[in-house]
């Protein structure tokens, strides 16, 4: 491979007596270039308002990235200071170049207290055949022991691409492959003890203590079945609002968009979605899907401290037909941030009305192809290009999974687990509230996601949930593989044998697998970004446990061991909450399934929920929903036999990147995730998520 030519730049705000953002160190190196507006061109003022952000922006030479590149952005925002970071143009990725090294742009950002960053660069466009990866690491002042809410650091993040240009490089969203992944940590010692302790200061990610709060990763990969699962949409964004100063921003969010709304009925409103139910269609307000609009908009919290005082950090997501739509968005809910900001940076993308001749116009979308049969593309380059972290930087305690022995059926290490144990494992019967979610099928239906027609309604019903399936591959089953290794290598013997005394099931040195698994629970809890994934995930995890305590004597101990640390929650004990993958891959690991089996009979589970949640729907009859499901198994079997199980294997002889590892989970799906948060959003509902 070729040397990649790094670009790397720095810029340092700080606050001068009278209030003022200014930047006291300011570093670029080809191929970037920075440029700070005028102090004095805010509103014509001759004296710059202490109130405003500092704006930097974010320039290249050339018209857009190439292989080989590497763009690296450090920021650093000093106590009380305000800094707003934008671009002049969107980050165009083009064609990759045989022989060279994939393009990627970095963006570290250290916070202070009191301070304020706007990081809001125009969108990423992945032309065809373009191989991009994106890496954003945020890390904001922990110490809050003075418990005062105004000091905290204040975020306001919006990450967003595009699916590449209409009329050109085969139609929209044919990249090769695109890699985006965004943390925001905590700092317990404070940045300004740390700085003290850093021999070099301008290694932005040191080796301070941090903690992870908030981690969203997604990886694409380009095509047919990438542009099927898009359906219309052309933009995917995402905006992280954390702190203080953008509180009255992040309320007035969630007010309107994480909940549903009572409307007036006033009869069926035929604007909405391209194939209008017969019945009455109550689900009105902007960001529903409606054909006149192309947006659809969903909103959640996140908790964003996990020491002293606990609070929620605020995440919008919103998928757009063309980006003028999804800047209006941003501007009429952000603007200038309730005046701190000088001028509005999304009003600058709507004046340069960038990409509307050919990139992104609505109404030029080719019909949109339908999947006949299951397809593996959108896993092609899912684990593609996995680096190492890099030094110092704050990590996973579960990075080293993937270097571990994991098992598969065909393994000598699987012991042989009575199949009537197994399926009692999956039986339907099993209290743990499954049967009261839809996995997004609910939302995707009422908000016309899914095709009506009776042409094409069961190849509709079959594609979405086959992406739910490869999302949950990719953002779930890590965490499931990684919780049953881990009571497995301890436990398998013991578990095996059920006249074993239970004495000996549980030892005061095992407290220590114990919190393992609520550090593996809880970083699970942070890459999950939607609170109603969130939800259901924790509630179908606790009923998990409570009548599988029951059910198998012989691992009560432990199993009910788990149980006591998830309720110490809701006492604010614990910040340990029990996820359905992680519970479930305890109790496998616990009873001595190998990952492999574990793995199958999680997705037929996620399968067979969401299936007979389109039964009680209507949307289906029983006899077809068997039909479905059977052919929804097979596809299942082959997705853990041809590329799970043989990421066992890689781990196994040290060939692998350490796939299966947390550290990589991802999606692979976008809309998923937003239709997720969007299900409050509906005003009749029949399932909780």
Request: hydrophobic share 35%; with cysteine.
């Given at each position: 491979?070729?040397?990649?030519?790094?670009?790397?730049?720095?810029?340092?705000a700080?606050?001068?007596?009278?209030g003022?953002?200014?930047?006291?160190?300011?570093?670029?190196?080809?191929?970037?270039?920075?440029?700070?507006?005028?102090?004095?061109?805010?509103?014509?003022?001759?004296?710059?308002?202490?109130?405003?952000?500092?704006?930097?922006?974010?320039?290249?030479?050339?018209?857009?990235?190439?292989?080989?590149?590497?763009?690296?952005l450090?920021?650093?925002?000093?106590?009380?200071?305000?800094?707003?970071?934008?671009?002049?143009?969107?980050?165009?990725?083009?064609?990759?170049?045989?022989?060279?090294?994939?393009?990627?742009?970095?963006?570290?950002?250290?916070?202070?207290?009191g301070a304020?960053?706007?990081?809001?660069p125009?969108?990423?466009?992945?032309?065809?055949?373009?191989?991009?990866?994106?890496?954003?690491q945020?890390?904001?002042?922990?110490?809050?022991?003075?418990?005062?809410?105004?000091?905290?650091?204040?975020?306001l993040?919006v990450d967003?691409?595009?699916?590449?240009?209409?009329?050109?490089?085969?139609?929209?969203?044919?990249?090769?492959?695109?890699?985006?992944?965004?943390?925001?940590?905590?700092?317990?010692?404070?940045?300004?003890?740390?700085?003290?302790?850093?021999e070099?200061?301008?290694?932005?990610?040191?080796?301070?203590?941090?903690?992870?709060?908030?981690r969203?990763?997604?990886?694409?990969?380009?095509?047919?079945?990438?542009?099927?699962?898009?359906?219309?949409?052309?933009?995917?964004?995402?905006?992280?609002?954390?702190?203080?100063?953008?509180?009255?921003?992040?309320?007035?969010?969630?007010?309107?968009?994480?909940?549903?709304?009572?409307?007036?009925?006033?009869?069926?409103?035929?604007?909405?979605?391209?194939?209008?139910?017969?019945?009455?269609?109550?689900?009105?307000?902007?960001?529903?899907?409606r054909?006149d609009?192309?947006?659809?908009?969903?909103?959640?919290?996140?908790?964003?401290c996990?020491?002293?005082?606990?609070?929620?950090?605020v995440?919008?997501?919103?998928?757009?037909?063309?980006?003028?739509?999804?800047a209006?968005?941003?501007?009429?809910?952000?603007?200038?941030?309730?005046g701190?900001?000088?001028?509005?940076?999304f009003?600058?993308?709507?004046?340069?009305?960038?990409?509307?001749?050919?990139?992104?116009?609505?109404?030029?979308?080719?019909?949109?192809?339908?999947?006949?049969?299951?397809?593996?593309?959108?896993l092609?380059?899912s684990?593609?290009?996995?680096?190492?972290?890099?030094?110092?930087?704050?990590?996973?305690?579960?990075?080293?999974?993937?270097?571990?022995s994991?098992?598969?059926?065909g393994?000598?290490?699987?012991?042989?687990?009575?199949?009537?144990?197994?399926?009692?494992?999956?039986?339907?019967?099993?209290?743990?509230?499954?049967?009261?979610h839809?996995?997004?099928l609910?939302?995707?239906?009422?908000?016309?996601?899914?095709?009506?027609?009776?042409?094409?309604w069961?190849?509709?019903l079959y594609?979405?949930?086959?992406?739910?399936?490869?999302?949950?591959?990719?953002?779930?089953?890590?965490?499931?593989?990684?919780?049953?290794?881990?009571?497995?290598?301890?436990?398998h013997?013991?578990?095996?044998?059920?006249?074993?005394?239970?004495s000996?099931?549980?030892?005061?040195?095992?407290?220590?697998?114990?919190?393992?698994?609520?550090?593996?629970?809880?970083?699970?809890?942070?890459?999950?970004?939607?609170?109603v994934?969130?939800?259901?995930?924790?509630?179908?995890?606790?009923?998990?446990?409570?009548?599988?305590?029951?059910?198998?004597?012989?691992?009560?101990?432990?199993?009910?061991?788990?149980?006591?640390?998830?309720?110490?929650?809701?006492?604010?004990?614990?910040?340990?909450?029990?996820?359905n993958?992680?519970?479930?891959?305890?109790?496998?690991?616990?009873?001595?399934?190998d990952?492999?089996?574990?793995?199958?009979?999680?997705?037929?589970?996620?399968?067979?929920?969401?299936?007979?949640?389109?039964?009680?729907?209507?949307?289906?009859?029983?006899?077809?929903?068997?039909?479905?499901?059977?052919?929804?198994?097979?596809?299942?079997?082959?997705?853990?036999?041809?590329?799970?199980?043989?990421?066992?294997?890689e781990?196994?002889?040290?060939?692998?990147?350490?796939?299966l590892?947390?550290?990589?989970?991802?999606?692979?799906?976008?809309?998923?995730?937003i239709?997720?948060?969007?299900?409050?959003?509906?005003?009749?509902?029949?399932?909780?998520?």
């Amino acid at each position: 491979m070729e040397e990649n030519k790094q670009g790397i730049s720095y810029i340092t705000a700080e606050t001068r007596r009278d209030g003022t953002s200014v930047a006291s160190e300011l570093f670029a190196k080809y191929p970037c270039r920075l440029h700070l507006t005028s102090l004095s061109s805010h509103e014509g003022e001759d004296n710059p308002s202490p109130s405003k952000a500092l704006t930097c922006y974010v320039l290249g030479y050339g018209g857009g990235l190439i292989s080989g590149d590497v763009i690296e952005l450090n920021i650093k925002v000093k106590k009380n200071a305000k800094l707003l970071v934008t671009s002049q143009s969107t980050s165009k990725a083009f064609k990759t170049v045989s022989g060279r090294n994939a393009t990627v742009l970095r963006t570290n950002a250290k916070i202070d207290k009191g301070a304020l960053l706007f990081l809001v660069p125009q969108p990423v466009q992945c032309f065809g055949n373009s191989v991009l990866t994106q890496e954003t690491q945020i890390i904001l002042e922990g110490g809050i022991d003075s418990g005062n809410e105004e000091d905290d650091p204040s975020l306001l993040l919006v990450d967003w691409y595009t699916g590449g240009r209409q009329n050109l490089d085969g139609g929209l969203w044919q990249l090769d492959t695109f890699h985006t992944t965004t943390t925001v940590s905590y700092t317990r010692g404070g940045l300004a003890q740390e700085r003290e302790n850093s021999e070099e200061d301008s290694n932005l990610i040191s080796k301070a203590n941090c903690e992870l709060v908030f981690r969203d990763a997604t990886r694409l990969s380009g095509g047919k079945e990438l542009k099927r699962h898009m359906r219309d949409y052309n933009i995917i964004c995402m905006v992280l609002l954390m702190g203080p100063k953008v509180k009255k921003v992040a309320s007035a969010l969630m007010t309107q968009y994480s909940s549903r709304r009572t409307y007036d009925d006033d009869g069926q409103d035929q604007s909405f979605g391209k194939n209008p139910s017969k019945n009455m269609d109550y689900n009105k307000g902007e960001g529903l899907n409606r054909v006149d609009e192309g947006l659809l908009v969903s909103c959640g919290t996140f908790q964003t401290c996990k020491e002293g005082r606990h609070q929620e950090g605020v995440i919008v997501r919103l998928a757009a037909a063309t980006l003028e739509i999804a800047a209006n968005f941003l501007s009429k809910h952000i603007g200038t941030l309730d005046g701190q900001l000088g001028d509005d940076p999304f009003l600058e993308i709507l004046a340069s009305k960038q990409g509307a001749s050919d990139t992104m116009k609505k109404g030029h979308i080719d019909e949109t192809p339908k999947m006949k049969s299951a397809s593996f593309d959108l896993l092609s380059k899912s684990y593609s290009m996995n680096s190492t972290p890099k030094e110092g930087a704050c990590s996973s305690p579960f990075n080293s999974i993937g270097s571990q022995s994991l098992t598969n059926r065909g393994s000598n290490a699987a012991n042989n687990v009575n199949p009537l144990t197994l399926y009692q494992l999956i039986d339907s019967c099993v209290p743990s509230g499954g049967f009261a979610h839809s996995n997004t099928l609910e939302a995707a239906h009422q908000l016309h996601l899914l095709d009506s027609s009776n042409a094409s309604w069961t190849d509709s019903l079959y594609s979405h949930i086959w992406d739910v399936l490869l999302n949950t591959a990719t953002s779930t089953v890590p965490f499931l593989v990684a919780s049953c290794h881990l009571f497995r290598t301890r436990y398998h013997r013991i578990a095996s044998t059920a006249t074993e005394s239970k004495s000996k099931m549980f030892l005061p040195q095992d407290d220590d697998i114990i919190e393992q698994w609520k550090k593996l629970d809880n970083l699970l809890r942070n890459s999950t970004t939607s609170h109603v994934a969130n939800r259901s995930s924790t509630s179908q995890g606790f009923g998990m446990l409570r009548a599988f305590s029951i059910a198998f004597p012989h691992i009560s101990l432990v199993v009910k061991a788990l149980k006591r640390t998830t309720l110490k929650v809701h006492s604010s004990l614990s910040d340990c909450t029990g996820h359905n993958a992680t519970c479930f891959g305890a109790v496998c690991g616990l009873l001595g399934t190998d990952e492999e089996t574990c793995c199958s009979m999680f997705l037929y589970t996620t399968t067979r929920d969401m299936v007979n949640a389109a039964v009680r729907m209507n949307l289906i009859g029983p006899i077809e929903g068997g039909r479905l499901t059977h052919d929804l198994c097979l596809a299942v079997e082959k997705l853990v036999a041809e590329n799970l199980a043989n990421r066992f294997e890689e781990n196994n002889t040290g060939s692998g990147n350490g796939e299966l590892d947390v550290e990589f989970a991802h999606q692979v799906c976008p809309l998923i995730e937003i239709l997720s948060n969007a299900h409050d959003r509906l005003y009749t509902r029949l399932f909780n998520s």
